[in-house]
């Protein structure tokens, strides 16, 4: 596997369920990110992980519970989701955070549909 | 509040050349990023801008000027592949990366 890979790519889940979302990347970043994406919106960015430490969370419900074992993996924990978190989810992964910026790179998603 | 305007969709013909406009107020500017990103895929880099002027890539270019706020994306001999969305990004005083919501690209033979 190369670049940034996302478990599973589809995702129906009642509000009641329990799901975890997966990110590995194999690029050898220090930073990696998770983002919601909705229709005809800009990306929101949710949190920031650089070394393995969260860096931001940018005021996201907590029913998202993010986990960064490592610099490679990132999930994103999710429970009594409410339909309006139907959304494509996406992971991204670059250099570390720092001061200074680096390009990042995407995986392809999880299309969530909450029901 | 931090802004990025780009219009929601475009069309274009296979061949010609078309321009998608980006317009920011943001707080600070430490440079402006393209990204294409095809129905059910990954948003993929396609360039950064952080001085005035024109950078050439092959068929697209990009173009900044910050004392107006304003850039744009010109992708030239299109293709039926161009098909996309294409998503500006401006990256602010803090690092923070404030996106826009994409331009929707059609391209008809």
């Known amino acids: 596997e190369t670049g940034v890979t996302q478990t599973p790519r589809h995702l129906v889940m009642g509000m009641t369920n329990k799901k975890s979302l997966k990110c590995e990347q194999h690029?050898?970043?220090?930073?990696m990110y998770w983002y919601k994406q909705s229709a005809k919106k800009p990306l929101e960015l949710m949190f920031v992980y650089n070394f393995k430490e969260q860096t931001e969370n940018n005021s996201v419900p907590s029913r998202f519970s993010p986990e960064c074992p490592n610099s490679s993996h990132l999930f994103l924990h999710l429970h009594t989701l409410q339909p309006e978190d139907s959304a494509l989810y996406l992971c991204?992964?670059?250099?570390?955070?720092?001061?200074?910026?680096?390009?990042?790179?995407f995986g392809p998603g999880t299309r969530l549909t909450v029901t | 509040g931090q802004n990025i305007d780009q219009p929601t969709e475009m069309t274009a013909t296979e061949g010609a050349i078309v321009q998608i406009n980006c317009t920011y107020q943001?707080?600070?500017?430490?440079?402006l990023f393209w990204y294409q990103q095809h129905a059910g895929e990954a948003p993929t880099f396609l360039s950064y801008n952080v001085l005035d002027g024109l950078e050439e890539k092959g068929r697209f270019s990009s173009f900044l000027s910050r004392s107006k706020g304003y850039s744009y994306l010109l992708l030239k001999e299109l293709q039926m592949k161009d098909s996309a969305s294409y998503l500006c990004a401006v990256l602010d005083s803090n690092y923070q990366l404030i996106w826009g919501a994409g331009t929707k690209l059609i391209i008809k033979p």
């Open positions: 991204a992964s670059s250099q570390d955070r720092g001061l200074a910026y680096y390009e990042q790179y």
């Open positions: 943001t707080s600070g500017f430490n440079g």
């Open positions: 690029l050898g970043h220090n930073a």
